[in-house]
C-alpha cells in the first residue's frame, strides 16, 4: 500500500470520465483500491475517488469519521464502491459545507439530494444497493462527480458560497 501524491484542481485527470472496472480480481484494480485507502487514512478526508491519485477507474472509497474540517460527521469503516451510482429518493435538496483533497484551502456550500439509493460492486464482486442520507450521502455524490469529471465547485450556485478554509473553520466554532 502506497499514499499516492493527490491530484490537484487543473490537472486533466480530474476533468475525465473514469472508466468503468471490468475485472475486481485485477491485480491493477487491488493495487489502485490499496493505495486509495492508505493515501485517504494519510487524510483528514472523508472519501476519495481514483481520479484523484490519478487513476482514471470507477472506484471510491467513503470514510466517514469525525475530523477538524468535520466535526459532526458520523462514524463508518472504509467501504470501497466498483462502478458505483445512485438515483434521487425525491427532489428534495440541501445545501452545506463541502471541500476536497484536490482542492485544499477552499470550502462551499453545494446542494446536493438529501436521500439517495446507492449501487456499486463491492472488492469482492457483489452488487451492493442501499439508501443513504444526509452527509453520508452528500459525501457519495461528491465522489461520483470526480468518476464523471466534475468537481465540487462546478456545483456551487453564488460565489459568496466560497470560503477559504481558516474562514469556514472560524465560521463552525462559532
Not at 476536497?100 to 456499486?120: E, H, N, Q
Not at 472488492?123 to 451492493?128: A, D, I, P, S, T
Request: aromatic share 6%; net charge negative; hydrophobic share 40%.
Amino acid at each position: 500500500m502506497t499514499i499516492r501524491e493527490i491530484a490537484q484542481l487543473g490537472n486533466d485527470i480530474l476533468r475525465i470520465v473514469a472508466k468503468p472496472v471490468d475485472d475486481v480480481n485485477s491485480p491493477v484494480i487491488q493495487q489502485v483500491i490499496n493505495d486509495l485507502i492508505c493515501t485517504l487514512e494519510s487524510t483528514s478526508g472523508v472519501g476519495i475517488a481514483a481520479p484523484q491519485i490519478s487513476e482514471s477507474w470507477q472506484i471510491i472509497v467513503l470514510a466517514s469519521k469525525p475530523t477538524k474540517r468535520y466535526p459532526d460527521a458520523p462514524s463508518m469503516p472504509s467501504t470501497i464502491m466498483l462502478n458505483p451510482s445512485f438515483i434521487a429518493i425525491g427532489d428534495e435538496t440541501e445545501k452545506d459545507w463541502e471541500g476536497c483533497l484536490s482542492i485544499p484551502g477552499i470550502r462551499a456550500k453545494v446542494p446536493r439530494y438529501k436521500r439517495i439509493k446507492i449501487s456499486y460492486t463491492d472488492q469482492n464482486g457483489l452488487l451492493e444497493i442501499y439508501e443513504l442520507e444526509g452527509f453520508i450521502a452528500r459525501v457519495f455524490q461528491h465522489e461520483i462527480d470526480h468518476l464523471n469529471g466534475v468537481v465540487y465547485l462546478d456545483r456551487v450556485e453564488d460565489n459568496q458560497d466560497i470560503f477559504s478554509e481558516m474562514e469556514y473553520l472560524k465560521l463552525i466554532a462559532s
